[in-house]
C-alpha cells in the first residue's frame, strides 16, 4: 500500500513543492474598458452594445455630483446592480468623487467603505477595482485602498501626459504598481476613430490599453462627452479588429504571481526622467550626457 499512497500523494507534494505558475503573457490588442462617475447612459447605451459585442467592462461608481436627485442622468442603484448581474464589474469611485490629495487621504477609507457598503445592500461583492476621482492621486493613500481590499486602481495619463491632451500611456503589468495603472486615452468630444486606433495600437509587446470614458453620451459633464455614435463607432471597430475587450479586474491573470514594485512610483519617475532626457537632447542635440542617453535608449523600447 505504501506505492499506492504514495502515487496519491505525489501530485500533491508536487504542487507544494512546485514554483507559483508564471502570469499570462499578455497577447497584442488587449483593452481594458472603464466608464466612470455612473452615468445613465452607461446602462441605456453601453450595456446593451457591450453586451452584444461579448465585451468586458469596469463601472466605477460615485454618488457624487447630482448622483442621490438627478435620475435623468445617473444611474439607479437597481441599474447598477443589473450592470453586476450581466457580468460586468462594478468599481469604487468614492461615494463623493474625492479628489485625493495628501491632505484628504484620512477621508479615503470612509468614502471607499460607502460604496462598498450600498454595494452590499445590493447584492453587489464590494469592488476591488477603483479609479481616482478626477484622476488625482497621492501614494500616500496606496495602504488605504489595500486595506479596503482594492487590488487594482486606474489614474489617468497624468503625470506622463499632460490632462489636456486627453492622452496617455500603455499600461505595462509588472512595471505599473497595480494601484497607479495609467489610462491610456480618456475620451472627449473632439475624438474621432483615430484616437481611439492611437491608443489600441500601443497594446503591444506586453502592453495593455486602458480606455477611460464617462457618459456616452454626458449631458452632465460636456467636456468628457462621447456622443453616442462615436461610442458605437468605436466599439464595433474593437470588435472587428479583434481587440480583447474586458474589465479592469480581469488584469489579475497577468499580474498573478509578479510583485508589485517596491516603489509604486518607480514607474512613472523613470518615464518622466526618459521624457526629460529626450528633450534634453532634442535641445541640444550631440551633446547628452550619458545618464540621459541611458534614459532616452529605455524611453524608445
Ligand atoms: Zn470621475
Known amino acids: 500500500m ?3 499512497l504514495l502515487a496519491a500523494l505525489l501530485p500533491v507534494l508536487v504542487s507544494l513543492t512546485a514554483p507559483a505558475s508564471p502570469p ?3 497577447p497584442d490588442k488587449v483593452v481594458v474598458l472603464t466608464f466612470d462617475d455612473a452615468s445613465a447612459s452607461h446602462h441605456a447605451i453601453a450595456r446593451p452594445l457591450l453586451q452584444r459585442l461579448g465585451f468586458g467592462a469596469t463601472f466605477f461608481i460615485t454618488e457624487g455630483f447630482t448622483f442621490r436627485t438627478n435620475k435623468r442622468d445617473y444611474l439607479t442603484w437597481e441599474q447598477i446592480a443589473e450592470l453586476h448581474r450581466d ?3 462594478i468599481g469604487n469611485h468614492t461615494r463623493d468623487h474625492l479628489g485625493i490629495t495628501e491632505k484628504n487621504v484620512p477621508r479615503l477609507a470612509e468614502q471607499l467603505e460607502a460604496i462598498a457598503t450600498r454595494c452590499r445592500e445590493h447584492g453587489i461583492p464590494a469592488p476591488v477595482s477603483f479609479a481616482w476621482p478626477g484622476n488625482k492621486f497621492h501614494a500616500s493613500a496606496l495602504p488605504v485602498l489595500e486595506a479596503a481590499g482594492i487590488r487594482f486602481a486606474r489614474r489617468g495619463g497624468e503625470p506622463e501626459v499632460p490632462y489636456a491632451k486627453g492622452g496617455g500611456i500603455p499600461y505595462e503589468p509588472g512595471v505599473d504598481h497595480p494601484l497607479l495603472i495609467p489610462t491610456t486615452a480618456d475620451a472627449r468630444p473632439v475624438w474621432t476613430l483615430d484616437h481611439v486606433k492611437a491608443a489600441v495600437a500601443q497594446a503591444r509587446d506586453g502592453r495593455i490599453a486602458v480606455l477611460q470614458f464617462h457618459g456616452v453620451p454626458d449631458g452632465e459633464h460636456p467636456w468628457v462627452n462621447t456622443p453616442r455614435e462615436r461610442f458605437e463607432e468605436y466599439m464595433l471597430w474593437l470588435k472587428e479588429t479583434g481587440c480583447t475587450v ?4 480581469d488584469i489579475a491573470r497577468f499580474t498573478a504571481g509578479r510583485p508589485a514594485p517596491a516603489d509604486p512610483m518607480s514607474a512613472i519617475n523613470h518615464r518622466l526622467q526618459a521624457a526629460a532626457a529626450v528633450e534634453v537632447q532634442r535641445a541640444a ?3 547628452a ?4 542617453s541611458k534614459a532616452g535608449a529605455s524611453a524608445s523600447k
Do not use: M
Not at 550626457?289 to 540621459?292: E, G, T
Open 289 to 292: 550626457p550619458r545618464a540621459s
Open 24 to 26: 499570462a503573457p499578455v
Open 285 to 287: 542635440p550631440g551633446s
Open 2 to 4: 505504501p506505492r499506492r
Open 87 to 89: 457580468g460586468f464589474e
Open 246 to 249: 474586458i474589465a479592469l479586474r
